[in-house]
């Protein structure tokens, strides 16, 4: 695939704001997902959610001007099959592996952005920029708990490579679609957990399996007929998501993935905040420092580009 042309200029500290404005609406959407997984299933969420999402999208394509059909279509396929995979890889490595295990394997992604940028695409990757995803990373593994490390197998590889899909995706974001909206990478990345949520609600029905109870289930559940908590708790992840996912799209254009992958770690410390806020969950002093080394991973990166 080859690169764009049309690159914006690098706004690192933009970015770094629409980052944060991401992560602070997903950590608080993904708090209620325990509620839809009580009930319904991992692949009819992503249809569903899907569907609601390009009904918004299209309800305000001609208020707002959205431009959802891309310059370059095979770009914005890569892209989205890219991610989309990543996302599922992700979520069903959670049927078999530790919770903690699986966000650790996806939050490799920073290290990956940095090895892609500099072999692939010889971007120069500065030392700062090096640390900082070395000290994101320790506040990630301080966070999740010393579990996170545990339990290594080939199976544990799978997170790792949700991460590094996760990566090429972001790095896809500004190299191969530059001249793409926002909105038209949004749309595609709906668009492709749409159909993996298709293709999974058909399998499970074609080939039923044993499903346990309440959330344990959320991964091996097949079609099930929603309750209105399932609609509405999915159409605020539809909204929430469109914003927040949005909001990380634009940052991964106006700046080098390599530096907006280090403020994604802070979507941690959002969704730890929001769960204490809501469900009243609090954290160890642990995952407090874990917090803090995160705080100062992005902190390393905005002064940085001050400079």
Request: glycine share 10%; with cysteine; proline share 5%.
């Amino acid at each position: 695939m080859a690169a764009a042309t049309d690159r914006t200029p690098d706004r690192t500290l933009a970015a770094a704001g629409m980052v944060l404005v991401y992560a602070t609406l997903i950590g608080f959407t993904d708090n209620f997902v325990r509620l839809i997984a009580a009930e319904g299933g991992l692949w009819q969420f992503h249809a569903t959610r899907s569907f609601m999402a390009w009904a918004i999208l299209l309800l305000l394509m001609v208020p707002l001007r959205l431009r959802l059909r891309p310059k370059n279509l095979r770009a914005v396929v890569a892209r989205s099959a890219i991610h989309g995979s990543g996302m599922v890889i992700y979520f069903g490595a959670l049927a078999f592996l530790p919770v903690a295990q699986v966000a650790a394997g996806l939050f490799t992604a920073p290290i990956f952005v940095l090895l892609i940028s500099r072999f692939i695409y010889g971007h120069p990757i500065g030392p700062v920029r090096v640390l900082a995803v070395a000290v994101g990373f320790a506040g990630v593994v301080m966070v999740l708990g010393p579990e996170a490390m545990r339990g290594a197998s080939v199976a544990a590889f799978l997170p790792v490579l949700a991460g590094a899909l996760y990566a090429l995706g972001n790095i896809a974001t500004r190299e191969w679609c530059a001249g793409e909206s926002a909105e038209t990478l949004l749309g595609g990345f709906f668009a492709a957990l749409g159909v993996l949520g298709l293709i999974g609600m058909a399998a499970l029905t074609l080939i039923p399996v044993e499903v346990p109870e309440g959330t344990a289930g959320f991964v091996l559940r097949g079609p099930v007929w929603p309750s209105q908590s399932f609609l509405f708790w999915t159409f605020v992840q539809a909204a929430g998501s469109l914003l927040g996912v949005g909001m990380m799209i634009k940052a991964y254009q106006l700046a080098e993935a390599s530096r907006v992958s280090v403020f994604e770690y802070v979507i941690l410390p959002a969704s730890a905040g929001w769960s204490w806020l809501i469900w009243g969950e609090t954290q160890s002093l642990l995952a407090l420092t874990g917090m803090a080394l995160i705080a100062a991973a992005g902190i390393m990166i905005a002064l940085r580009a001050r400079r």
